[in-house]
């Protein structure tokens, strides 16, 4: 990939990240960080099922299904990268916890400044891949892209509350279009390694969305909604952060064509559990 399409990807991606957090902190009302605070437990097993399971479940299947090593360190960066931006609207319309989905969703993105490095340096370590991720760039990036945005647009909403609510709807839309522009550009710069993942490659992501789903239902245990909030949370990775880190370092550029199946695979996936969790509730 040439070094332009690099940047391209890298400064879109940062810029959809950026522009997606601070909208999120844009919308968040003080009742949305308290649902996760009355239920401690709830709050253990979340961060257990999207932090370290969904990881150890990646490993697992690295280990199992030994994939090519561009597959291999593409799972290990999705794994290592909570908060998707779309789940929330995928929740939402699944029939999930609201109130829930958001919590948890702030919540991870705030910690993603240590469990995003944290979980990159010992997943290579453990899968003897040398990614040559400085965990400390990493973290720094993190801090720049999510948790400024988000203490920043908390502060705005704030100060000017009617601002706030009246941008922060077109802002995180215009980081969706951002970011659906970024996995354009992956798609059709890279569509020739994209048609050479094989088989096995496939295999590696399928198993590792099931995981997760299964990760997230069996932890929620209990209530449908939570069940369906956590699967889904847990499942969907956050693509743009994935392609922030792959993106920064060049050598590990063979990595980006698995986000685009990872998309549609997570995206099938979900609507099967969705169904699913939609015929159990009826």
């Known amino acids: 990939m040439a070094d332009t399409i690099l940047i391209i990807l890298q400064a879109s991606a940062v810029a959809s990240i950026f522009t997606y957090m601070f909208s999120r902190g844009l919308s968040v009302r003080p009742g949305d960080l308290r649902y996760l605070e009355k239920r401690p437990g709830l709050l253990l097993r979340s961060l257990l099922s999207i932090d370290v399971f969904v990881p150890l479940i990646a490993m697992m299947v690295i280990v199992l299904m030994v994939p090519a090593r ?7 960066i999705l794994a290592s990268s909570p908060a998707a931006p779309l789940v929330l609207r995928k929740i939402a319309k699944a029939g999930g916890s609201k109130e829930y989905a ?3 969703h702030i919540l991870l993105a705030a910690l993603a400044i240590v469990t995003t490095p944290a979980t990159l340096a010992l997943l290579s370590e453990a899968a003897s891949l040398r990614l040559g991720i400085s965990s400390l760039a990493v973290a720094e990036q993190l801090g720049l892209s999510i948790l400024v945005p988000i203490m920043a647009g908390m502060t705005l909403r704030w100060l000017f509350p009617a601002l706030a609510q009246r941008i922060s709807g077109p802002l995180e839309a215009l980081s969706n279009v951002v970011l659906a522009l970024v996995i354009l550009i992956v798609l059709l710069s890279m569509y020739p390694l994209l048609l050479a993942l094989d088989i096995r490659s496939y295999l590696a992501i399928t198993l590792m969305i099931s995981g997760a789903v299964l990760a997230g239902h069996l932890m929620a245990a209990g209530s ?3 069940q369906t909030t956590l699967a889904l949370e847990s499942s969907s990775r956050n693509v743009g952060l994935a392609l922030v880190i792959a993106s920064t370092y060049a050598p590990l550029e063979n990595a980006l064509p698995i986000l685009v199946p990872y998309l549609v695979i997570s995206t099938f996936l979900g609507l099967i559990y969705i169904r ?5 509730m009826v």
């Open 102 to 104: 958001v919590s948890l």
């Open 224 to 226: 449908p909604e939570e």
């Open 70 to 76: 561009a597959t291999a360190i593409g799972l290990l």
């Open 276 to 280: 699913y969790q939609k015929r159990r």
